[in-house]
T-cell receptor
Framework: RKEVEQDPGPFNVPEGATVAFNCTYSNSASQSFFWYRQDCRKEPKLLMSVYSSGNEDGRFTAQLNRASQYISLLIRDSKLSDSATYLC??????????FGQGTTLQVKP | NAGVTQTPKFQVLKTGQSMTLQCAQD?????MSWYRQDPGMGLRLIHYSVGAGITDQGEVPNGYNVSRSTTEDFPLRLLSAAPSQTSVYFC????????????FGPGTRLTVT
């Protein structure tokens, strides 16, 4: 079993749609959680950290469920520019960052 | 600030050749790391460094060497290239360590024939 698992997609949604991605992690002692965005053939960039109480940044909302060991990312009012791959990243108690394989989002006009 | 820079952007090697991928950052970050990204897999940690003179192995270190003689530079050496090392390589840095925002370089696309 992979330490961090994501549905690779692709998720194809129309502009204006709401889309949600989930990510599960296997190490219950994981400490920190992040969503990174990676555009095609580019480097990953931090989208947002995920806090226990959940957090929001504009159209983006991240949630953490420690009991079920998953994190989620909700994107409201999707824009064409949201098309990218979204990487779920977990900082484990082994002191390493573990990356999911990414979920690809394609927003269509 | 240039951030994290990597050279070259693209490289083709023949099996058995050696080369060094360069990485530099100008943000005075202590923590630097190298990842490889392969289709269908998450980024995997090759080597990392918590400061000048200190390096350690990550998840997939075989076939690679690193050194950290300065805070700014963290080169990755491929000792004898193999087709299995065909990948995209990303260098990253952060102020204190992996639990904080990582700043990635633009990547090096390596093909080994």
């Amino acid at each position: 079993r992979k330490e961090v698992e994501q549905d690779p997609g692709p998720f194809n949604v129309p502009e204006g749609a709401t889309v949600a991605f989930n990510c599960t992690y296997s190490n219950s002692a994981s400490q920190s959680f992040f969503w990174y965005r990676q555009d095609c053939r580019k480097e990953p960039k931090l989208l947002m950290s995920v806090y226990s109480s959940g957090n929001e940044d504009g159209r983006f909302t991240a949630q953490l469920n420690r009991a079920s060991q998953y994190i989620s990312l909700l994107i409201r009012d999707s824009k064409l520019s949201d098309s990218a791959t979204y990487l779920c990243v977990v900082y484990s108690n082994t002191g390493k960052l573990i990356f999911g394989q990414g979920t690809t989002l394609q927003v269509k006009p | 600030n240039a951030g994290v820079t990597q050279t070259p952007k693209f490289q083709v090697l023949k099996t058995g050749q050696s080369m060094t991928l360069q990485c530099a950052q100008d943000m005075n970050h202590e923590y630097m790391s190298w990842y490889r990204q392969d289709p269908g897999m998450g980024l995997r940690l090759i080597h990392y460094s918590v400061g000048a003179g200190i390096t350690d192995q990550g998840e997939v270190p075989n076939g690679y060497n690193v050194s950290r003689s300065t805070t700014e530079d963290f080169p990755l050496r491929l000792l004898s290239a193999a087709p299995s090392q065909t990948s995209v390589y990303f260098c990253a840095s952060s102020y204190t360590g992996p639990a904080y925002e990582q700043y990635f370089g633009p990547g090096t696309r390596l093909t080994v024939t």
